[in-house]
């Protein structure tokens, strides 16, 4: 099995977190998103106590809340002791109902309007993460306008390409996110922001991709933020209290994905940022991570019900669910890996050869090619693992299909926590 929370029952269904995905199926329905809280714990409890033993104090993983994000698991992140960032409005309203401190969120995006500055400042957002000039000058006088001074971290691109999908790379120069360094930009930006009396400098940014397999991309990119901060201190006299080096480290999807250590990688990332600091003489900052798919993508499944079988003679077979790109849209967006399992026939002998279509009117709905299955029955069950992160969020009403439940297991038990949409959801909005 993939992961540790997965096993087979006597009756040859799958479990998740103990639970039969059959039963879980036959009470919630399907497609349904399923999440084992436990999971999610573990997982946030490996990132605060590594920060808590190799960094500085007053470090913190912020779980990405566009990896996965709805109301009750703000409670969740919350009792672990992480700290959350969000990219919109949306997301803000999202942490704060499920009782998230507004303190601990930390605001991000490339193009925040003066309506989601506004929102972020009068709900009281502890840091927002500024993406260019443009920004500053808006938040300043937004925040002066209030009589506050706002915390802030400048997001700067190191120009690391940490040999990712081109798609999900964020810290090479040529991007849209941030201001670069080696351009000169980045300086011009910090000097800016030190110049500003509503603002609170606390450091730099930076995000450098997704699917991240270990500590030295990572670390390339603390040599660059602390040659960075060196010239600053030396131009502005400003030290870097916080650094948040984002996201990014990886899932396995499949068998082949390699199982990412995440204590060794922060030690070895704290060593590393210890070593530059002693250098050149310069006070160890606290560290931020943002970590999204890491927490929630090995905790999540989601189970499909199978409509039929198409064989389309000399090509190939394709089976059919009833789900497909709305509730999840990253084998169309990148073909993105995935694991199958049969969950109702878990030790009927796999050697049907398939795709895995959904029910979209789309050619490109599909959600994994060249998989082995049992011959697949009406009503047979089938889990894709992994979908914890970046599912349920990029879910979408194509075709006006309702988006599915999302069940949360945790000590055995299920309780629903997103329920399915209607069809009066899907015309909620319709005048
Ligand atoms: C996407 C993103 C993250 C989360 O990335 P994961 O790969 O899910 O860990 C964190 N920070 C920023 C700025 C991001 O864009």
């Given at each position: 099995m993939l992961y540790d929370n997965l096993g087979i029952n006597s009756q040859g269904h799958l479990t998740i977190g103990g639970l039969d995905a059959v039963d879980l199926a036959g009470e919630f329905g399907a497609p349904l998103y399923v999440l084992d809280e436990d999971q999610v714990r573990a997982n946030c409890r490996t990132y605060v106590t590594a920060l808590r033993e190799h960094m500085p104090q007053g470090s913190m993983p912020l779980f990405a809340g566009k990896a996965l994000c709805f109301k009750s698991l703000y409670p969740v992140l919350e009792e672990?002791?992480?700290?959350?960032?969000?990219?919109?409005?949306?997301?803000?309203?999202?942490?704060?109902?499920?009782?998230?401190?507004?303190?601990?969120?930390?605001?991000?995006?490339?193009?925040?309007?003066?309506?989601?500055?506004?929102?972020?400042?009068?709900?009281?957002?502890?840091?927002?993460?500024?993406?260019?000039?443009?920004?500053?000058?808006?938040?300043?006088?937004?925040?002066?306008?209030?009589?506050?001074?706002?915390?802030?971290?400048?997001?700067?691109?190191?120009?690391?390409?940490?040999?990712?999908?081109?798609?999900?790379?964020?810290?090479?120069?040529?991007?849209?996110?941030?201001?670069?360094?080696?351009?000169?930009?980045?300086a011009r930006f910090v000097a800016d922001a030190l110049s500003r009396e509503h603002l609170e400098v606390e450091g730099f940014h930076?995000?450098?991709?997704?699917?991240?397999?270990?500590?030295?991309?990572?670390?390339?990119?603390?040599?660059?933020?602390?040659?960075?901060?060196?010239?600053?201190?030396?131009?502005?006299?400003?030290?870097?209290?916080?650094?948040?080096?984002?996201?990014?480290?990886?899932?396995?999807?499949?068998?082949?994905?390699?199982?990412?250590?995440?204590?060794?990688?922060?030690?070895?990332?704290?060593?590393?940022?210890?070593?530059?600091?002693?250098?050149?003489?310069?006070?160890?900052?606290?560290?931020?991570?943002?970590?999204?798919?890491?927490?929630?993508?090995?905790?999540?499944?989601?189970?499909?019900?199978?409509?039929?079988?198409?064989?389309?003679?000399?090509?190939?077979?394709?089976?059919?669910?009833?789900?497909?790109?709305?509730?999840?849209?990253?084998?169309?967006?990148?073909?993105?890996?995935?694991?199958?399992?049969?969950?109702?026939?878990m030790n009927d002998p796999r050697d049907f050869r398939c795709t895995l279509a959904g029910r979209c009117c789309e050619s490109g709905d599909l959600i994994q090619e060249n998989i082995l299955l049992p011959q697949p029955r009406r009503d047979d069950l089938l889990a894709v693992l992994t979908t914890g992160a970046y599912n349920f969020t990029m879910a979408s009403n194509y075709n006006r299909l309702c988006r599915p439940a999302l069940v949360m297991v945790a000590g055995g038990k299920a309780r629903l926590a997103v329920r399915r949409q209607t069809f009066a959801d899907l015309v909620a909005c319709d005048l």
């Amino acid at each position: 099995m993939l992961y540790d929370n997965l096993g087979i029952n006597s009756q040859g269904h799958l479990t998740i977190g103990g639970l039969d995905a059959v039963d879980l199926a036959g009470e919630f329905g399907a497609p349904l998103y399923v999440l084992d809280e436990d999971q999610v714990r573990a997982n946030c409890r490996t990132y605060v106590t590594a920060l808590r033993e190799h960094m500085p104090q007053g470090s913190m993983p912020l779980f990405a809340g566009k990896a996965l994000c709805f109301k009750s698991l703000y409670p969740v992140l919350e009792e672990e002791g992480m700290g959350a960032d969000v990219v919109s409005p949306g997301e803000i309203y999202t942490a704060l109902a499920g009782g998230f401190p507004a303190d601990r969120l930390y605001f991000h995006g490339n193009n925040k309007t003066d309506e989601d500055i506004a929102y972020a400042l009068d709900s009281g957002v502890g840091c927002f993460i500024v993406d260019n000039h443009q920004e500053l000058a808006r938040l300043d006088e937004a925040a002066g306008r209030r009589g506050m001074r706002q915390r802030v971290l400048l997001r700067v691109t190191p120009g690391i390409d940490p040999h990712t999908l081109q798609a999900i790379n964020t810290g090479r120069i040529d991007c849209q996110f941030g201001v670069p360094i080696e351009t000169g930009q980045a300086a011009r930006f910090v000097a800016d922001a030190l110049s500003r009396e509503h603002l609170e400098v606390e450091g730099f940014h930076s995000h450098i991709g997704s699917q991240i397999f270990e500590a030295e991309p990572f670390c390339d990119a603390v040599d660059i933020l602390l040659d960075f901060a060196q010239a600053m201190r030396r131009a502005h006299g400003f030290v870097v209290k916080t650094l948040n080096l984002g996201g990014g480290f990886g899932a396995r999807y499949q068998e082949s994905d390699p199982v990412v250590d995440i204590p060794g990688n922060i030690k070895a990332l704290s060593e590393h940022l210890r070593r530059g600091c002693e250098e050149k003489d310069y006070p160890v900052p606290r560290v931020l991570l943002e970590p999204g798919r890491s927490i929630v993508a090995n905790a999540g499944l989601t189970l499909y019900r199978v409509g039929g079988v198409k064989t389309i003679e000399g090509y190939r077979s394709y089976v059919t669910v009833n789900g497909g790109m709305t509730d999840n849209p990253r084998y169309a967006l990148y073909h993105a890996p995935y694991t199958v399992l049969p969950a109702s026939r878990m030790n009927d002998p796999r050697d049907f050869r398939c795709t895995l279509a959904g029910r979209c009117c789309e050619s490109g709905d599909l959600i994994q090619e060249n998989i082995l299955l049992p011959q697949p029955r009406r009503d047979d069950l089938l889990a894709v693992l992994t979908t914890g992160a970046y599912n349920f969020t990029m879910a979408s009403n194509y075709n006006r299909l309702c988006r599915p439940a999302l069940v949360m297991v945790a000590g055995g038990k299920a309780r629903l926590a997103v329920r399915r949409q209607t069809f009066a959801d899907l015309v909620a909005c319709d005048l």
